[in-house]
């Protein structure tokens, strides 16, 4: 049989003919996401260069959004908050995923039941997170009822109406649902590291330290790169928390790019100049977007 | 033998003196309750905003007016809030939209997807691995740059505020990434099965129907588990594409009841669970297919 193989192997290389239904089968998944991905996104970049409230006709300025954009002081606010929100919710979410996952690697006893609990904000949506931090948040919530109760009265305020602290009681919220699947991705990871290094690292009298700095880290680098991309992309894409917690506000001190984006769009009408911004939501992405691909596409070549 | 007995030392303390053995002994257990006590602390802190919703949703309105939301319960726990929430603010109608558009969306683009998938793992096609490239690009944009065309295209076509626009908004938006797990899963799958079944004379439909799609069974599990929740707990393409609030999913009636019910947190509270229950079932259910599904995107 083994001997067999190779020829029959050849054989499909040179390739016979491929059937026609074949080619049917792959274009029609291609074609509606060419008409419903490709399509708009291409007319959203060509929407940046026109000045447009979807009334009257659309006319063709140029580059004039992005100057305008350069003058925003709301829109230079909304990049700083969400570099702020890359950042702390990106850089958060991974070392809180990874040591978490550290600590819940070992198949023991409870163990399953803890990574439930910390996976299970996971599958509840960002509204439904939204509104039960929304609650613990409210001027009478949890949150400063436990203060008062430890004589901390000076530290009570209202979490989401105060611009001081809006973006980031936001941004707790948001750590909170996404930490448990950062914690999957890093312990499939951990997982994935062969036993034996981290025995001989041990043999060799390696501190615990030294084996997470020269084993773990190094043997996770792939995941790590996975993780990178996938936060810095939804953080790009956040939208629905802050939508529901505070809508950008007060005075705009959690407004992100994304927030901003869509209430230009379609509060203000503004449908050129909001295509601008999304222009740029998207620029930001892109460099994350190309080594996400060429990493799933140098892994995949083998063939 | 003696090899083997050296690489792998038996998990046992080396039993040498007592005193050795009652050290490693104690430093186990403290090893132990000091995971344990740490687990339970973070445990803790994750479930803890989840029990106070829930209770919170138990609770009369006359008890959170009078001691605030963060208080402790000052008089009995009613269930009325959570008729209420279903009937007379929507929830129900809220969950059957939900619903309409989830299911189609989950249907629609696991079948078109695995069909793609399909074609370029098991064909030599041109240009195949640059069709997947683009495909699975197509994922990775800002859905923002998208919203305002595809407003403007449904206002054209005159299919703005209509289920069957987010269904096939959503449905081409998720195609790219699950096209790209089923090619990883489907090329794994012998050829060896779909040569002998080719030499039977079964054309690439019989193949897909009878071979490949059976195989790929944990692989469509995990993904629909997924993509349930996902589609399930968008806000964004729904508040963009529909505009009558009988129209709205659950994650959109729960944000509008929030504004229409502001101060009363029991309703609020009993929505807010309503709307998770769904996809909380979906996880029981499919625990295990769906966290290996997360990992399945990221570690191959």
Request: glycine share 8%; proline share 5%; aromatic share 12%.
């Amino acid at each position: 049989m083994t001997v067999n193989s190779p020829p029959a192997k050849s054989d499909r290389r040179r390739g016979i003919a491929t059937p026609p239904v074949v080619f049917v089968l792959v274009l029609v998944p291609f074609l509606v996401e060419t008409i419903g991905v490709f399509y708009p996104a291409i007319q959203g970049v060509l929407l940046s260069f026109v000045k447009w409230n979807g009334l009257s006709a659309a006319e063709p300025i140029g580059l004039a959004n992005y100057a305008a954009l350069t003058t925003d002081t709301v829109f230079i606010g909304a990049l700083r908050n969400t570099a702020i929100w890359m950042v702390l919710f990106g850089g958060l979410s991974f070392v809180g995923g990874l040591a978490i996952a550290l600590l819940f690697q070992a198949e023991r006893r409870g163990v399953g039941i803890y990574r439930t609990v910390v996976f299970l904000p996971m599958v509840f949506s960002l509204v439904v997170t939204a509104l039960i931090w929304n609650a613990v948040y409210q001027p009478t919530g949890i949150l400063n009822e436990t203060l008062r109760a430890l004589g901390l009265e000076s530290w009570t305020r209202l979490w989401l109406g105060d611009p001081n602290t809006a973006l980031y009681a936001i941004i707790v919220a948001a750590l909170w649902r996404q930490i448990g699947y950062v914690m999957v991705l890093f312990l499939a990871g951990l997982k994935a590291i062969d036993p034996t290094l981290m025995e001989a690292a041990r043999v060799d009298g390696a501190s615990v330290w030294q084996r997470f700095r020269y084993v773990t880290l190094p043997q996770l680098r792939s995941v790590n790169l996975v993780v990178i991309s996938i936060l810095v992309i939804e953080a790009l894409r956040s939208f629905d928390i802050v939508y529901a917690m505070t809508n950008g506000g007060p005075f705009r001190s959690s407004e992100l790019l994304s927030t901003y984006m869509y209430s230009t769009a379609f509060t203000g009408r503004q449908l050129g100049y909001s295509s601008a911004i999304a222009v740029v939501i998207f620029v930001l992405a892109l460099g994350v977007i190309i080594s996400y691909l060429v990493r799933a596409f140098s892994e995949s070549k083998e063939d | 033998m003696t090899t083997t007995q050296i690489l792998n030392p038996p998990l046992s303390p080396p039993s040498g003196s007592n005193t050795r053995n009652r050290r490693w002994r104690v430093r186990r257990h403290a090893n132990t309750l000091l995971f344990h006590s740490s687990s339970i602390v973070i445990s803790a802190f994750w479930f803890f905003p989840i029990a106070l919703v829930i209770l919170t949703s138990f609770r009369s309105l006359s008890d959170i007016f009078q001691n605030g939301v963060g208080s402790i319960p000052g008089s009995g726990l009613v269930i009325t809030n959570y008729a209420d929430a279903w009937t007379e603010a929507g929830m129900f109608q809220a969950m059957m939209n939900s619903f309409i558009i989830t299911i189609p969306v989950v249907l629609l683009s696991l079948g078109l997807s695995s069909f793609a998938a399909f074609a370029l793992s098991r064909y030599r096609l041109k240009f195949r691995r640059t069709l997947l490239l683009v495909m699975l690009a197509g994922n990775l944009l800002p859905v923002q740059l998208m919203l305002i065309p595809y407003v403007r295209i449904a206002e054209g076509l005159g299919i703005f505020d209509m289920f069957v626009t987010v269904i096939a908004v959503q449905t081409a938006l998720g195609l790219g990434f699950y096209t790209f797990v089923l090619y990883g899963f489907m090329r794994a799958i012998p050829f060896e099965l779909q040569d002998a079944a080719s030499i039977d004379g079964a054309g690439p439909l019989r193949i897909f129907f009878q071979i490949v799609l059976p195989l790929c069974r944990p692989a469509l599990a995990a993904l629909g588990a997924l993509a349930f929740t996902w589609i399930f707990n968008d806000l964004l393409m729904s508040i963009t594409l529909l505009r009558t609030d009988d129209k709205f999913p659950v994650t959109a009636a729960v944000v509008s009841l929030q504004g229409e019910f502001s101060a009363q947190w029991n309703l609020i509270a009993a929505a807010t669970v309503i709307a998770a229950i769904p996809c909380v079932i979906v996880f029981l259910i499919f625990q295990r297919s769906f966290i290996g599904g997360l990992a399945l995107g990221a570690v191959k």
